[in-house]
């Protein structure tokens, strides 16, 4: 994850997924469940653009462990 300040009133969030993990499929619902994760209520921590960049073990991941880890990164910027 990177991210950086900015002076945008929320978060914004983009998710960048290499082809290294997987084909298409794999690539686009890693992609949709992030995406999924960061607009559910509560995902809002303040003025910073986020740049989510999902390693291969979030493909095996049941969705409430990857929401729980996202959550547990994003916490530690506020």
């Known amino acids: 994850m990177v991210y950086r300040l900015t002076r945008a009133p929320l978060t914004r969030y983009g ?3 290499s082809r290294r993990l997987g084909g298409a499929v794999i690539r686009n619902r890693t992609k949709r469940r992030c995406r ?8 809002q921590y303040g ?3 986020i740049l ?6 979030a493909v095996e991941l049941p969705p409430a462990t990857l929401r729980d880890r996202l959550r547990i990164m994003l916490e530690r910027l506020s």
Do not use: K
């Not at 999924?36 to 995902?43: A, D, K, L, S, T």
């Not at 989510?52 to 073990?57: F, K, S, V, Y």
């Open 36 to 43: 999924e994760i960061v607009r559910q209520p509560g995902m």
């Open 47 to 49: 003025a910073y653009d």
């Open 52 to 57: 989510i960049l999902p390693q291969r073990t």
């Open 15 to 17: 998710v960048l997924v």
